[in-house]
């Protein structure tokens, strides 16, 4: 049976990260604390990813798995690329025939064998604008095509000893400097495996000995490490201690709230969640119309605040709206290569 709640959490998580998150960081809507205080989502999506395979009914293998997900994940980051390679190439040919730019002055004929091999591992598309969302896909991929063999681990050792062996193995990768992809790998491992073993399963009491143990480690870190909280992105990328103690942290007192109710879905929400990744891989699109719509209409309203929600509306809105294109034309494609 579906879990309700974890549909709800997606499309809440969905909602958050281009309307709350995106404004501050990317339209340079947010200050500090509270852009770092608020940096929490891809943690969270990764419990839930967790938690949604803990609740799954279907096993697959390991290459079943592989399949699967390069279907749900990989082809529509393709058809997505596609459709913005097909803006690049509008925008280069108006480039070329004006002399004038369009659209962030895309020039697709400067591309390179570099530049397609970003593209074809999910990696970026050179030249777009607000593509930064892109890093997630790889981490995501490789974490949920090697989960069933995670699975089989924990079956074998034990859910205490397998989350505690995932954490000292992300503690042993700060000893180096480089590995910033092995690094986010191990730390969203971390969130993900927590998802899979604890979502419905964790006392109350157990979940707040969690969380106040990681307030501590933050507490020391901050205060008699002298470890500077803000900004919290420094501590992102690459993800370190502090980063995934504070978030585990977040994530302890979202699970203790959320033990005591219950929340209830609509037909918007339903959009989020059904096409949150949809609507994730197009925000790009979104936010490039946001930004030149600012530019030449309230981009110089001495209120900050009125700017990120004006901003923060249009994203919420426009993300939806696109989403009524992009999902069916997603849907269409797929059914035309028999994946769907």
């Given at each position: 049976m579906r879990d309700g709640q974890l549909d709800i959490y997606r499309a809440l998580l969905m909602l958050y990260i281009p309307c709350v998150i995106h404004v501050m960081y990317w339209l340079g809507d947010g200050s500090e604390p509270f852009m770092s205080l608020l940096l929490v989502e891809m943690p969270l999506i990764f419990f839930v990813a967790g938690a949604s395979l803990s609740v799954s009914r279907s096993r697959r293998g390991l290459w079943e798995t592989v399949i699967n997900r390069f279907k749900r994940v990989v082809v529509p980051y393709y058809?997505?690329?596609?459709?913005?390679?097909?803006?690049?190439?509008?925008?280069?040919?108006?480039?070329?025939?004006?002399?004038?730019?369009?659209?962030?002055?895309?020039?697709?004929?400067?591309?390179?064998?570099?530049?397609?091999?970003?593209?074809?591992l999910c990696h970026d598309i050179p030249q777009f604008p607000f593509i930064w969302h892109l890093w997630f896909i790889p981490i995501y991929l490789i974490l949920s095509c090697t989960f069933p063999l995670q699975v089989q681990l924990m079956e074998k050792t034990g859910k205490w000893i397998y989350i505690t062996a995932c954490a000292l193995l992300f503690c042993a990768t700060l000893f180096f400097k480089d590995f910033a992809l092995v690094k986010q790998v191990l730390c969203y491992n971390i969130f993900m495996v927590a998802g899979y073993l604890f979502y419905k399963k964790a006392k109350p009491a157990t979940t707040a000995l969690t969380g106040a143990i990681a307030l501590?480690?933050?507490l020391m870190g901050v205060f008699i490490a002298g470890v500077p909280f803000c900004p919290m992105q420094g501590h992102k990328f690459p993800p370190d201690w502090l980063f995934v103690a504070y978030n585990v942290l977040v994530l302890c007192l979202v699970a203790l709230a959320l033990n005591r109710i219950t929340l209830r879905g609509n037909r918007f929400l339903s959009i989020w969640s059904e096409r949150g990744y949809n609507i994730y891989l197009y925000q790009s699109v979104v936010f490039a119309i946001v930004h030149l719509v600012r530019q030449k209409t309230y981009a110089d309203i001495p209120a900050p605040l009125v700017r990120a929600a004006l901003d923060a509306c249009l994203i919420l809105v426009l993300s939806a709206g696109l989403s009524y294109v992009t999902y069916p034309l997603e849907r269409i494609v797929m059914k035309?290569?028999?994946l769907k």
């Open positions: 058809i997505y690329a596609a459709v913005l390679l097909c803006l690049g190439i509008i925008a280069t040919t108006a480039f070329k025939a004006t002399g004038q730019s369009h659209l962030f002055a895309l020039d697709l004929s400067q591309y390179g064998i570099k530049d397609v091999a970003s593209i074809l501590a480690v933050v035309k290569m028999r």
